[in-house]
């Protein structure tokens, strides 16, 4: 089989290699009790502060509808809070409370975790190539 071939091509090893690094990321996320879409609620909202629900979801790069719930159990373990925004009392303002914001720090320490896994694998040099074409792709698109 060539090259190209079925499991030569590349589209074929990114998406074997993607699931295994998704998998990988998963569980040390899981250990945290944290699902992928709840990991980018709680980043984003460390990074940009307190935003409104829609604009969350927009940030978070999922369907308004599909936030709720995120930001529901999110609220219930005491991680975030919801307020009503004084100037448009239609708008809820979402913020990380204290313990939200320590997750944060695990959460980043756990991704850390990962990235030196494939560094240790593959070499610094080699890594940083890796993401530098990686980024590219979606760029292009």
Known sequence: MSETGFEGGTAYLLATVGAEIRRRWVDALGRLDVTPTQFKVVMCLGTAGPVGQRELAELVGIDPRNCG?????LEKRGLLTRATDEGDRRRRVLALTRKGRRLAEKLEAANVEVEEELRDLLGAAEHERLRE???RIPRAG
């Open 133 to 135: 074409v990686l980024l």
């Open 69 to 73: 719930p995120v930001v529901d159990a």
